[in-house]
């Protein structure tokens, strides 16, 4: 079946230093992808998503290239601020005849400290 | 723009009890969700619902039903709540479709004693 990794659990980083969170995935199907974020008590939003491969996407300073050819979709933002504290999520989609549902890895706790 | 509501926001119950969950949704959208979050921790799918009567299992289905008794609503039972169990039960919607986004609820927080 799908599967979502994200390496890292916890990132520590200064404020204005950029970051990467790695993701990677493994599935059978032509792969949808997405980076959902969730701030302390708040329900998860999507930040973006993807699914063309070698495009960048961009939303709210932060940016992801998904390469199928590694199966990656890492998210990056060059200078992280404070408010960019939270949890985030990687997921892909799998859609079939029963509807789509999302497979999420395990989330990234990012804290950025001033 | 809609919204997911979901109650109560926070659930306290007894070892072996059945509890449920509900949660509405305003956005007319086909498909609704149930996930698990335990603390700090990745989502888990326990069920979906693609349209009205219809229920899809997820990977965490053991230890739960559910009933999408309209399109707008979508209600999760905890058929015997487990001592010490702790965690946040997410409801989401979306249009359905492999690239669309789900939208989430507030949460219900739960607590076995």
């Known amino acids: 079946g799908d599967s979502v990794t994200q390496t890292e659990g916890l990132v520590t980083l200064t404020k204005g230093l950029p970051v990467m969170l790695n993701c990677t995935y493994q599935?059978?199907?032509?792969?949808?992808l997405f980076w959902y974020v969730q701030h302390l008590n708040e329900a998860p939003k999507l930040l973006l998503k993807?699914?063309?491969?070698?495009k960048r996407t961009e939303h709210q300073g932060f940016y992801a290239t998904l390469h199928k050819s590694s199966s990656s979709f890492h998210l990056q933002k060059s200078s992280v601020q404070l408010s960019d504290s939270a949890l985030y999520f990687c997921a892909l989609s799998d859609w079939n005849n029963a509807g789509a549902k999302l497979t999420f890895g395990g989330g990234t706790r990012l804290t950025v400290r001033p | 723009g809609g919204i997911i509501t979901q109650t109560p926001k926070f659930l306290i119950g007894q070892e072996g009890q059945k509890l449920t969950l509900k949660c509405q949704q305003n956005?007319?959208?086909?498909?609704m969700y149930w996930y698990r979050q335990d603390s700090g921790k990745g989502l888990r799918l326990i069920y979906y619902?693609?349209?009205?009567?219809?229920?899809q299992k997820g990977d965490l289905s053991e230890g739960y039903d559910a009933s999408r008794e309209k399109k707008s609503s979508f209600s999760l039972t905890v058929t015997s709540a487990q001592k010490n169990e702790m965690a946040v039960f997410l409801c989401?919607?979306?249009?359905?479709?492999?690239?669309?986004?789900?939208?989430f609820g507030p949460g219900t927080r739960l607590t076995v004693l």
């Open positions: 599935t059978t199907y032509s792969p949808f």
């Open positions: 956005f007319n959208h086909d498909t």
């Open positions: 989401a919607s979306s249009l359905g479709g492999a690239n669309a986004e789900q939208f």
């Open positions: 993807s699914s063309t491969d070698n």
């Open positions: 619902s693609i349209t009205e009567n219809d229920l």
